[in-house]
């Protein structure tokens, strides 16, 4: 079965410190990889996304992610975390073809607090 | 460049009622798809529209429908709504048909409540 597992529903960071967002997947072959931020009342923002090649690659706002095909993960990270940045973070995967049907699956989300 | 719109931003409606949602798309995109988030979870994909025909569709009964319009605007219909109907549904467009992974953009959603 498909489906995107995000095993922290809740993290606390300081300011300034780094993070580092979980998220594994189970799919049929190797999908198309995503990260969107959904701000409270907001609709979803795509931080970054990858489709092939480098497995490390660089988002909006700072953000990163590496692809690890032998864990089947998809981790976001960033190095020094702002006030702003604090919000629900979503791992999302879709199929790898360029079809009409480009559905995307969603994990549960990591709701994102932000200390001063 | 005009990004994804929806309306209503909240709606209440009582269980057994129908309610009509409804998403504008970014300008320049041809597919439609629509998404359900209930409290604490993430968004579940309900169906895809593209070229005016429902392409594509998640584990939703059929009381949920939609439609694609020839401006590429789309409806989402629910009948016979349920409590568990409550949820924020989002809309997201894309431009299919360049070979290439099309990537959806998210209007700010709709929050239906059924009571």
């Known amino acids: 079965a498909q489906s995107v597992t995000q095993p922290d529903i809740h993290i606390t960071v300081s300011e300034g410190a780094s993070l580092e967002l979980r998220c594994n997947y189970s799919?049929?072959?190797?999908?198309?990889l995503f990260w969107y931020v959904q701000s409270p009342g907001q609709g979803l923002q795509l931080l970054l996304k990858?489709?092939?090649?480098?497995?490390l690659v660089q988002g909006i706002k700072g953000f990163e992610a590496e692809f690890k095909r032998s864990q089947s993960s998809f981790n976001l990270r960033k190095p020094s975390v702002h006030w702003s940045d604090a919000a629900e973070y979503f791992c999302?995967?879709?199929?790898?073809?360029?079809?009409?049907?480009?559905?995307?699956?969603f994990g549960t989300g990591t709701l994102l607090a932000v200390q001063p | 460049e005009t990004g994804v719109t929806q309306s209503p931003t909240h709606l209440i409606k009582t269980r057994g009622q129908q309610v009509t949602l409804r998403c504008s798309s970014q300008?320049?995109?041809?597919?439609v798809s629509w998404y359900q988030q209930a409290l604490g979870q993430g968004p579940q994909f309900i169906f895809q529209?593209?070229?005016?025909?429902?392409?594509g569709r998640g584990n939703f009964p059929p009381r949920f429908s939609g439609l694609q319009f020839p401006n590429y605007s789309s409806e989402l219909n629910v009948n016979a709504l349920e409590l568990d109907d409550s949820a924020l549904y989002l809309c997201?467009?894309?431009?299919?048909?360049?070979?290439?992974?099309?990537?959806?953009?998210f209007g700010p959603g709709t929050r239906l409540t059924v009571l």
């Open positions: 529209y593209y070229r005016e025909e429902e392409n």
């Open positions: 997201a467009s894309s431009l299919v048909g360049t070979g290439q992974y099309n990537e959806q953009f």
């Open positions: 799919y049929g072959a190797t999908p198309y």
């Open positions: 300008s320049g995109h041809n597919t």
């Open positions: 990858y489709f092939s090649g480098d497995t």
């Open positions: 999302a995967v879709g199929p790898n073809y360029g079809g009409a049907t480009n559905k995307l699956i």
